[in-house]
C-alpha cells in the first residue's frame, strides 16, 4: 500500500510541475509578440524564483535580521551577538578552523579529483573505468556511513589492548609507542586534519567525475596540433588541456570550497565540534541547540554569509565576461 | 513531451583520425600511471574495505582483533552472515527502502526540470535584472540548510492552518525543500554547460520560427543530456544519503533508510559490524544509480565547446 501511495505522489507530483510551465507557456503565448517575448524569460525562472525566494532568500534575510536580536528574539541588541562572538577565543578558533578547512580541502580534492581524471585518461578504457569508479565510490556514501567508515580506522583502544583501528595499529606497530587518541589531539590542528582527510576522501570523486568530462571534451585536434607544433607531454597539458578546462576547475573549485564553508554533519558524526574541531555550521547548531540562542545562532550564519561575498563578486565578475563573448 | 531524447552530436565529428589516438600513450608510462593510480585507488579502498570485511566477522572478533588479521589465516576465520540479516530487519528494508525512492526521485527530477528552465533563460534569454537574479541566486549557494529548516517548517504549518493542507511528514514536503537548496548549484552548473553550447544553432531555430519553448525542449534538453545527466547522478546522491531534511520534514512515520542507519549508529555498543552492515546495504542504490548513468560521463559535460 506505501508502495503504491508512494508511487501515485511520484507521477503526481512530476506531471503537476511541468503541467505548471506548459500552462504558463501557453498563457503567456496568448499575448502579442512584444509582450511574449518580455515575458517568457519570467516564465522560464518563474517558478525558480519564487521557490528561491521563500525557501533561501526569506530564511537568509531572516537570519540576519535575528542576529541583532537577543536569544529569545524580542530585544533588538545592535551588534552584541557578534562582539560577543568575536571577543570569545573558542569562536576565533571556529575562524580558524574554517579558514584551515576552505585553505586545504578544495585544493586537496581538486588535485586528487584532476590527477586521478589525467592519468587514468591514458591507461587504457579498463583501467580507467576501474580507477574512477575506485575513486568515485565515496561519493555514494551517507555521512552517518563515512562517518561510522572513518571513525572505525580512528578508532583508539586504551593501551595493552589489541588496537583494531586501522590508523593506530600502524602507529603502534611501527613506533612501538602507545596508541594515541588521534580525534581528540587538537596539537597542530591534528584531529581537524583527520576529518578533512574523510571530506577530500568524499570530494574527490565529485571533482573527478567533472574534470573527468572536461579533459573528455577537448578535441584532440588541438592536442595534436601542439604535438607537431613540437610540444612534449607537459607543455601539451599546460598550454593546451589546461586552458581549455580551466572553468570546469573552478567551478568545481567553487563547488566544493562552498560545501566546506557550510561544513557540518561530517565533524557532528566525528567529534561532535569537541576538542578543538569546531566549524562555523557546527557552531551555529551548538549555538541553536545546546545554548539556546537562536540570535547569536543567527550571528554565526551572518558571519557565513559576509564570508561568501567575494565567491560572488567572483561569479558574477566571470559571468559577465562570459556574457561579452558570446 | 515526445522529445527524442538521442544525445544528437553536438557539432558534426571531424573524421575520426585513422592514426593511433592522442590518448594511448607509451607502454612504459601507461605502467606509471598505472601505479601511481593503483596507489590512490587502494588509499580510498583501505577504510571501506575494512568496514566490509567486518562486516562480515562476529562480534567477538571484530572487538578483539583488527580486521587486517583475517588475511593471516582466511578460511580458518568464523563468517557470518547474520549482520546483513540483522541488518535487513533494522532496517525495515521492505518499507524505509521504498520511502527513499519516493523521496530521492522527484526531489532529482524537479530540480533538474526547474533548473534547465532557469539556465535556458539565463543564456539564451535577455530580460531586465538577469544578471541581479543570477547573482542572487550563486549567493544563496552557501546558505547553510540548517538556517532555512525553522522559518520553513514554520511556513508549512501557517499553511497547514489556514488551508487546512496537511504538509509536514508527507513526502512532498521533503521534495520542495531538496528542490529548491538544490536550484542554485543546477543552475550554475547547468548554466555552464549551455553557455558553451553554439548560439548560432539557437539562433538558426530562431529564425526558423521555433518558438523557446520548442528550442528548449527539442534542441537544448537532448543536447545537455551529459550535464543533466551528470547533475542528477549528484542530486540523486545527495537526496538518498540525506539525512536531515527527510527527519524533519517526513518524521518518523514513513522513515527514509538514513534515518534507520542512523539509529543503528546509536549502538556503537554493540560492535562496528552491526552498522558495518546496513551502510553497505545502503550504499548498494547509488552505486547502481552511478553505474546506470556513467555512460554518459564518457563523452563529457563540456561537449560542445567545439566550435
Known sequence: ?326 | MTSTVTPTPVTSTPAPTTSTTIRTTKPKRRITLSLVLLFFAVLWMIPLFGLLVTSFRYRVDATSTGWWTVFGDFFGQDWTLQNFVDAFVNLDIGTNFFNSIAVAIPATVLPIMFAAFAAYAFTFMDFKGKEVFFATTIGLLVVPIQVALVPILQGYVNIQNALGIQIVGTFPAAWIVHSAFALPLAIFILRNYMATLPVALIEAARVDGASHFMIFWRLIVPMSVPALASFAIFQFLWVWNDYLVAFIFIGNRDPVLQQALYSLLGQYGEGWQGVAAGSFITIIVPLIVFFALQRFFVRGLTAGSVK
Open chain 1, 1 to 326: 500500500m506505501q508502495i503504491v501511495s508512494a508511487l501515485v505522489s511520484v507521477v503526481g507530483g512530476l506531471t503537476v510541475s511541468f503541467l505548471l510551465y506548459f500552462a504558463l507557456n501557453a498563457l503567456v503565448g496568448r499575448f502579442n509578440t512584444k509582450w511574449n517575448a518580455r515575458l517568457l524569460p519570467y516564465v522560464f525562472i518563474g517558478p525558480v524564483l519564487v521557490l528561491i525566494a521563500l525557501f533561501l532568500l526569506y530564511p537568509a534575510l531572516r537570519t540576519i535580521y535575528l542576529s541583532f536580536f537577543n536569544a529569545t528574539g524580542q530585544r533588538f541588541v545592535g551588534f552584541d551577538n557578534f562582539t560577543a562572538l568575536f571577543s570569545s577565543g573558542d569562536f576565533i578558533t571556529v575562524l580558524l578552523n574554517n579558514l584551515l578547512w576552505i585553505l586545504i580541502v578544495p585544493v586537496s580534492a581538486v588535485a586528487v579529483g584532476l590527477a586521478v581524471a589525467i592519468f587514468s585518461d591514458r591507461v587504457g578504457p579498463v583501467r580507467e573505468k576501474i580507477f574512477k569508479s575506485t575513486i568515485f565510490l565515496p561519493m555514494a556514501i551517507s555521512f552517518v556511513a563515512a562517518a561510522t567508515i572513518w571513525r572505525f580506522v580512528y578508532t583508539y583502544n586504551p593501551p595493552g589492548q589489541a588496537q583494531v583501528g586501522l590508523l593506530n595499529a600502524i602507529w603502534t606497530g611501527i613506533t612501538r609507542g602507545d596508541p594515541v587518541p588521534w580525534l581528540t589531539i587538537d596539537s597542530g590542528k591534528l584531529n581537524s586534519l583527520l576529518i578533512m582527510l574523510v571530506v577530500i576522501w568524499m570530494n574527490a570523486g565529485f571533482a573527478m567525475v567533472l574534470l573527468s568530462a572536461a579533459i573528455k571534451g577537448v578535441p584532440e585536434e588541438t592536442i595534436e596540433a601542439s604535438r607537431i607544433d613540437g610540444a612534449n607531454e607537459r607543455q601539451a597539458f599546460f598550454q593546451v588541456i589546461v586552458p581549455q578546462i580551466w572553468t570546469t576547475v573552478v567551478a568545481v573549485f567553487i563547488t566544493i570550497l562552498i560545501t566546506v564553508m557550510k561544513i557540518f554533519d561530517i565533524v557532528y558524526a566525528m567529534t561532535g565540534g569537541a576538542y578543538g574541531t569546531s566549524v562555523l555550521g557546527m557552531e551555529f547548531i551548538n549555538q541553536l541547540f545546546n545554548f539556546g540562542n537562536p540570535g547569536k545562532a543567527a550571528a554565526v550564519v551572518t558571519v557565513l554569509l559576509i564570508a561568501v561575498i567575494p565567491v560572488i563578486f567572483y561569479q558574477v565578475r566571470s559571468y559577465r565576461r562570459q556574457e561579452a563573448l558570446r
